[in-house]
């Protein structure tokens, strides 16, 4: 088991910027892949960007560019730098982990097995 602790949400103007931050209960090995979703009031959970067993990145049409996705590898924490904010960012923020050595689809949430309770992230207009 894996428990994923979260933190760095908050509420901010738009364009401003928020760091999150999620660290596993464990080490892995090998590291696990660690994404972010959110979920915005009635709206469906959605990718948002993962960092990968592989060290490969992934990230959302609708983030790239402002939101930049890292994993530390000394204790697999991962950080989802976010900048630019718009409005529409607002949403609880989950981070996701899986420590399977495979190649799914990570922009899927039922590829992860771990999740974070999540954290508010709140733009202001």
């Known amino acids: 088991q894996v428990q994923l602790v979260e933190s760095g949400g908050g509420l901010v103007q738009a364009g401003g910027s928020l760091r999150l931050s999620c660290e596993p209960s464990r080490r892995t090995n090998p590291k696990p892949t660690m994404g972010w979703f959110r979920q915005a009031p009635g709206k469906e959970r959605e990718f948002v960007a993962c960092?990968?067993?592989?060290?490969?990145?992934y990230y959302a049409s609708s983030v790239k560019d402002r939101f930049a996705i890292s994993r530390d590898n000394v204790n697999n924490t991962a950080y989802l730098q976010m900048n630019s904010l718009k409005p529409e960012d607002t949403a609880v923020y989950y981070c996701?982990?899986?420590?399977?050595?495979?190649?799914?689809?990570?922009?899927?949430?039922?590829?992860?097995?771990?999740w974070g309770q999540g954290t508010q992230v709140t733009v202001s207009s």
């Open positions: 996701a982990a899986d420590i399977r050595v495979f190649y799914p689809d990570w922009t899927s949430s039922r590829s992860y097995t771990y």
């Open positions: 960092f990968t067993w592989n060290d490969r990145t």
